[in-house]
């Protein structure tokens, strides 16, 4: 089983930047599909970035040239980097994690909540 932790979220302004941390444990972290997800007052959770454990990465239209998900396995952890960040990017972003290819894992954190508002 793996766990999930976020960190990183806050109240920042318009335009700023905040980086996203989420920690895992366990030993089977650098083969997973890591996720990141956000989940705004009254809307669907939807997927806002993705890295595989070959490092390839994907990103919703809305935050691609902005955001950046980066892994470092060595310390168990993805993160999210957030630029430019606007209003509408504010929701509880939560990490996620599978094992690719099959449904034996679908894990996921508590959330971490990011307001964007002056």
Same mark, same amino acid.
């Given at each position: ?30 083969? @997973?599909? !890591? =996720? ?12 806002? +970035?993705? %890295? ?27 993160? @999210?980097? !957030? =630029? ?12 996620? +994690?599978? %094992? ?19």
């Amino acid at each position: 089983q793996v766990q999930l932790v976020e960190s990183g979220g806050g109240l920042v302004q318009p335009g700023g930047s905040l980086r996203l941390s989420c920690a895992a444990s366990g030993s089977i972290f650098s083969i @997973l599909d !890591m =996720n990141w997800y956000r989940q705004a007052p009254g809307k669907q959770r939807e997927l806002v +970035a993705g %890295i595989t454990g070959g490092y390839r990465t994907n990103y919703a239209d809305s935050v691609k040239g902005r955001f950046t998900i980066s892994r470092d396995n060595a310390k168990n952890t993805v993160y @999210l980097q !957030m =630029n430019s960040l606007k209003p509408e990017d504010t929701a509880v972003y939560y990490c996620n +994690a599978k %094992i690719p290819y099959t449904s034996t894992l679908n894990a996921w954190g508590p959330g971490t909540l990011v307001t964007v508002s002056s």
